[in-house]
């Protein structure tokens, strides 16, 4: 598969004659994407309801099981943060480093 990926870079000029590949990885990514089946629109509610409940807060592309972009996945998670914030302000405190310096 790599060879023929290199292959196909030449072919269509991304890759130029004396390019070298240095490194490559095979990666399988199952699922990759997200898919819209017959079943989505209704277990969907439910699933991010009963995790909710349990203050799981799920979101991005495949917490929320939406086919988005890295801009609606940066999206859903500042959207989430803004809703989150009021509830966990106190709960959290700012850090203080010690008069030493830290490593
Ligand atoms: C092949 C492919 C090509 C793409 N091309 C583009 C593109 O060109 N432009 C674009 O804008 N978007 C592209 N996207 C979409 C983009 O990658 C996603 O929208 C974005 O990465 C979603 O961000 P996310 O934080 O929701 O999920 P992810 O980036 O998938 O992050 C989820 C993280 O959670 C981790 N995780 C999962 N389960 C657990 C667990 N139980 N415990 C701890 N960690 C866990 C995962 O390891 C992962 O690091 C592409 C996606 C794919 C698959």
Redesign the pocket.
């Known amino acids: 598969m790599i060879a023929r990926v290199v292959e196909d870079l030449r072919r269509c000029g991304l890759l130029w004659k004396g390019d070298r590949v240095v490194y490559h990885r095979v990666q399988i990514?199952d699922p990759?994407?997200v898919i819209y089946d017959r079943f989505r629109a209704a277990n969907l509610p439910r699933i991010l309801e009963a995790l909710g409940a349990r203050g799981i807060h799920s979101a991005?592309?495949?917490?929320a099981w939406e086919y988005?972009?890295?801009?609606?996945?940066m999206r859903a998670g500042l959207d989430l943060a803004t809703r989150l914030a009021p509830s966990l302000a106190g709960a959290l405190r700012p850090h203080r480093l010690s008069a030493g310096g830290g490593r």
């Open positions: 990514l990759a994407y991005g592309r495949f917490g988005n972009s890295m801009e609606g996945a």
